[in-house]
T-cell receptor, first 114, second 114 residues
């Protein structure tokens, strides 16, 4: 296993502002993902963070709203732009250390938009 | 959509075995069965995975039927700390685009009671 940290752990933001969430892993990973978990719901994949290139977004998620960076093998950021109350969720970073078996999740960032 | 069906909730007495069922009747030959759990306010935690043989690790056992259309996760001696939402997920054994990502359903909320 490895240590996955996210910053901030939680935040309360005003409508119309943006928040950047950081994900740091203590060893190199092959894949990094960002998920969203809305209140009372299961996890939904937002995008795959690709090193050195644009992220691959799932249906319903766009780069203008959720820009993602991954400058190296151990770090990624997710920005939630022009926030509205509907963006209030837990945002989770997830990584894969091998091509086959195990995917690990960070502790999540709890975002509340007022 | 998730490719698995799980009961919404289950109760288990502390110290007894918890048996969590999962149906995945449309599973493909190259798809593995994964189990994760999410304890309240934490990121999902990997438990175990398997292809067709039964698997056991320090956390749990996974029993997969011969036709691979269903499986059971067994927590041999449940404790209060095992109270969580348990997710059964099927996934191909490689990462390519969105095919290799974990798709979460609603899971089973397991309540371990004293």
């Amino acid at each position: 296993s490895a240590v996955i940290s996210q910053k901030p752990s939680r935040d309360i933001c005003q409508r119309g502002t943006s928040l950047t969430i950081q994900c740091q892993v203590d060893s190199q990973v092959t894949m990094m993902f960002w998920y969203r978990q809305q209140p009372g719901q299961s996890l939904t994949l937002i995008a795959t963070a690709n090193q050195g290139s644009e992220a691959t977004y799932e249906s319903g998620f766009v780069i203008d709203k959720f820009p993602i960076s991954r400058p190296n093998l151990t770090f990624s950021t997710l920005t939630v732009s022009n926030m509205s109350p509907e963006d209030s969720s837990i945002y989770l970073c997830s990584v894969v250390f091998t091509a086959l078996y195990e995917q690990y999740f960070g502790p999540g960032t709890r975002l509340t938009v007022t | 959509d998730a490719k698995t069906t799980q009961p919404t909730s289950m109760d288990c007495a502390e110290g007894r075995a918890a048996n969590l069922p999962c149906n995945h009747s449309t599973i493909s030959g190259n798809e593995y069965v994964y189990w994760y759990r999410q304890i309240h306010s934490q990121g999902p935690q990997y438990i175990i995975h398997g292809l067709k043989n039964n698997e056991t690790n320090e956390m749990a056992s996974l029993i997969i039927t011969e036709d691979r259309k269903s499986s059971t996760l067994i927590l041999p001696h449940a404790t209060l700390r095992d109270t969580a939402v348990y997710y059964c997920i099927v996934r191909v054994a490689y990462y390519g685009g969105s095919q290799g990502n974990l798709i979460f359903g609603k899971g089973t909320k397991l309540s371990v009671k004293p």
